[in-house]
């Protein structure tokens, strides 16, 4: 039997942090996955209630998708930065997240701190 899953090109472990964001959040590889994530589900929720189709869902579909738990570190922050990090960011501040933040995203602790800011280790 011949194995078709994708190839695990992820070079660090879950809680290895890949970069700071532009609003000083230390992302490790877990949680920039995890964003990722929620940023291509809204994307296809939002083709798939306002377009005929989802270009997003048939591209994924036609080319299959490794996944982002399987990017290496600087996959991920490619992909942040190419207009992810703005749209998960607008998709938070809109309350439009389609699931809570993972427990370990810094956001978390953001959003309990009393002073609004996120505490270092």
Known sequence: MSDN????FKDMEDDAIVGEDS???QLTHYV???????CEYAR?????????????LTYILEGGHRGYHKYTAGE???EWKDGSED???????DGDLPWEPFDEDPI??????????????
């Open 32 to 38: 920039l996955a995890e964003r990722l994530i929620q």
């Open 108 to 121: 978390v602790a953001l959003e309990k701190d009393e002073n609004g800011e996120v505490a270092r280790g």
């Open 76 to 78: 991920l922050w490619s």
């Open 5 to 8: 899953l994708p190839k695990d």
């Open 23 to 25: 609003r000083a959040m």
């Open 87 to 93: 749209y998960w960011y607008q998709l938070y501040e």
């Open 44 to 56: 296809i929720k939002h083709e798939i209630n306002n377009e005929s189709s989802s270009d997003t």
